[in-house]
């Protein structure tokens, strides 16, 4: 019964917050891009989890560079839908995120999204995908910092992480910009694949120190190490929560 009234509070609000912000942002969007960046992530973090008595508690908040330093990559693990607005409470920064193409294709929020994030089509040709690098180049050169998921889709399985994809340390390699992980804990527990509403509770982040990258360095190398030290940083949130539930 508690949840069904719960359903009957969250639902709207998430349902009409959602189309408002995604219409202000998409005309906002023809006046500042990078204005409008940070109400779709900060602004609309706020509509996904307050309504839904979700607190987020970080740590390593010190490890993120100074935004006047330049761009940077955020590279997260990826279990919930949560997971967006999770990272954009946890930084307090305005993101450009690399997604899905597919999410252009949301009425309003998706039009909004397609503006002013990257949005990626995985099955596009060679051509399409060497347009993205320059695009995220031109991005992160003029200093805007940018977040993506590596494991590619959202993690169903009872693996803490899934092996990385190369996009995200392909753009690092080319630029040189710092790449910052990103661990979250609890995101699955909470709103799990095939629930229609979150549960209540807290998720957990660590920020870990920034990974210095250089184009000298094996593709291979960079994307190893970048998925040892985000698997460490969620066992250490796991060592200090141990998982009740297996989607955590």
């Known amino acids: 019964m508690r949840r069904f009234f719960f359903c009957l509070w969250y639902a709207p609000i998430f349902a009409v917050f959602t189309i408002l912000t995604g219409l202000v942002c998409l005309t906002l969007s023809f006046i500042s891009k990078k204005f409008t960046r940070r109400i779709t992530s900060q602004g609309w973090a706020h509509v996904v989890l307050d309504p839904a008595f979700i607190k987020v508690k970080v740590t390593g908040q010190e490890h993120l560079p100074d ?3 330049g761009g940077y990559i955020i590279f997260a693990n990826h279990r919930s839908l949560l997971d967006i607005p999770t990272v954009a409470v946890a930084t307090g920064r305005s ?8 999410l252009g294709r949301l009425p309003v929020f998706g039009w909004t999204l397609k503006r ?9 040709s060679p051509e399409a995908a060497k347009q993205m690098v320059t695009e995220a180049t031109v991005r992160l050169n003029k200093g805007e910092i940018m977040a993506i998921f590596p494991e590619g ?3 169903k399985t009872v693996t803490p992480i899934l092996p990385f994809k190369k996009g995200a340390f392909i753009l690092a ?8 992980p990103l661990a979250i804990y609890n995101s699955g527990a909470l709103w799990p694949s095939g629930s229609l509403i979150p549960k209540s509770g807290t998720i957990k982040v660590a920020i870990g120190p920034p990974i210095v990258t250089s184009a000298k360095e094996p593709l291979t190398k960079i994307t190893k190490l970048a998925e040892k030290t985000l ?5 250490s949130l796991e060592a200090i929560d141990p998982p009740k539930q297996a989607a955590q």
């Open 67 to 69: 935004p006047q330093s």
């Open 95 to 102: 993101i450009s995120w690399v997604a899905k193409a597919a």
């Open 116 to 124: 002013v994030h990257l949005l990626v089509d995985r099955g596009g």
């Open 153 to 155: 889709t959202r993690n």
């Open 173 to 180: 390699k080319h630029t040189g910009v710092p790449l910052i």
């Open 231 to 235: 698997s460490e940083l969620y066992h």
